[in-house]
């Protein structure tokens, strides 16, 4: 039975932990498989727990991210995943172009994030990436979370608008799928059952929790809006969005209908 239907209004990559969403027109999904290229690289703390070649999940707090360290949203950044350059820019002007292929351009990478991060003299971040792990915010509730699709409705996202009198850019949340045309918070009911997103299943698994790295503005890495508490103020919870386990095989396209 039909329970809703939508179209998919926006579809986007994150390849660095922390750093701008990609946009995509299109994306080819397998089950149990996340975006590729998303959340495959990730900056992490010297301080912290991670050691390359370790094979399980680390909280976000591991890592510089928004949830800590808004001055990131203040870059316009750019992974091109077949080459591996990473761009960042500035006021419209490039300020970094690393080859991350390359132990030069992974330190020139680790150079460029230390001195925007201001870390102290001596200290510096750890380029992390560990072949066909993903650095997202459910890795470490383990291998299968660390490969579910994030997904927020435009209809919830308006509804706390309406009700709270304020403007969210929907991009605050860093979700994968951007859904419309399904009735507000219907998502949060949904858990257990089964999308089709433009002939791609995929089962609803978790509602997402939402952090501090939602206050901050994608645009201009200002720490300006409590998102979090506007929710929890407003609805008695602190989720926004789902998880999704993408059952099988397809191309998902923008524009695509979502059915549940």
Not at 127 to 134: D, K, N, T
Not at 158 to 169: A, H, I, K, M
Not at 187 to 194: H, K
């Amino acid at each position: 039975m039909v329970k809703g239907r939508g179209s998919v209004e926006g579809l986007f990559v994150h390849p660095v932990k922390g750093l701008s969403a990609q946009p995509l027109d299109r994306v080819e999904l397998r089950p149990r498989t996340g975006i590729p290229n998303d959340r495959v690289f990730a900056f992490a703390r010297p301080d912290g727990s991670y050691r390359p070649g370790m094979r399980t999940g680390l909280p976000k707090q591991e890592f510089f991210a928004l949830v800590s360290d808004h001055r990131l949203a203040g870059l316009d950044t750019h992974l091109d995943t077949e080459t591996e350059i990473l761009t960042a820019r500035v006021a419209g002007h490039d300020v970094l172009q690393a080859d991350l292929s390359t132990e030069e351009g992974r330190d020139d990478a680790v150079r460029f994030f230390t001195r925007v991060l201001d870390l102290p003299p001596g200290v510096t971040s750890v380029l992390a990436r560990e072949a066909g792990r993903r650095f997202t915010d459910a890795a470490a509730a383990g291998d299968g979370p660390m490969n579910w699709v994030s997904l927020v409705n435009l209809a919830s996202v308006r509804d706390l608008e309406s009700r709270t009198g304020t403007v969210v850019d929907p991009t605050r949340f860093r979700a994968n799928v951007l859904v419309d045309g399904l009735p507000a918070w219907f998502e949060l009911d949904a858990i257990g059952q089964e999308f089709d997103l433009g002939g791609v299943r995929a089962r609803a698994v978790r509602r997402t929790r939402r952090c501090a790295a939602t206050e901050v503005d994608p645009g201009s890495g200002r720490r300006d809006l409590p998102v979090v508490s506007m929710i929890d103020r407003t609805y008695g919870h602190q989720f926004m969005g789902i998880y999704l386990e993408v059952l099988t095989a397809g191309v998902l396209e923008k524009g695509s209908e979502v059915v549940v």
